[in-house]
Nanobody, 122 residues
Framework: QVQLVESGGGLVQTGGSLGLSCAAS????????MGWFRQAPGKEREFVAA???????YYADSVKGRFTISRDNAKMTVYLQMNSLKPEDTATYYCAADEDTIRIRTIRARYWGQGTQVTVSS
């Protein structure tokens, strides 16, 4: 069982930066793939980024070059650094965890946090 708690959301202007954190509980954090997803009002939840246990990283095309995912196994935390933010990045951002490195990139990921709101003003 893994519990996830996101933090770091907020309001930022277009072109600004914001960093999200996701703290995990559980004894085997280092063996999990971790991911970030987002869901805007009226839209489906979508994949943003993922990092595997051996540090392979994946990004949605919409955030490549602007967002960076990273993990600190000692702190049991995964991060999402978001730069050059756009109004279309406005959403609730969710952290996810899964043992499966394929499933972590889908909404069928096994464990989810409660989400943190990111709002980008124009």
């Amino acid at each position: 069982q893994v519990q996830l708690v996101e933090s770091g959301g907020g309001l930022v202007q277009t072109g600004g930066s914001l960093g999200l954190s996701c703290a995990a509980s559980g004894r085997t954090f280092s063996s999990y793939a971790m991911g970030w997803f987002r869901q805007a009002p009226g839209k489906e939840r979508e994949f943003v980024a993922a990092v595997t246990w051996n540090d392979n990283r994946y990004y949605a095309d919409s955030v490549k070059g602007r967002f960076t995912i990273s993990r600190d196994n000692a702190k049991m935390t995964v991060y999402l650094q978001m730069n050059s933010l756009k109004p279309e990045d406005t959403a609730t951002y969710y952290c996810a965890a899964d043992e499966d490195t394929i499933r972590i990139r889908t909404i069928r990921a096994r464990y989810w946090g409660q989400g943190t709101q990111v709002t980008v003003s124009s």
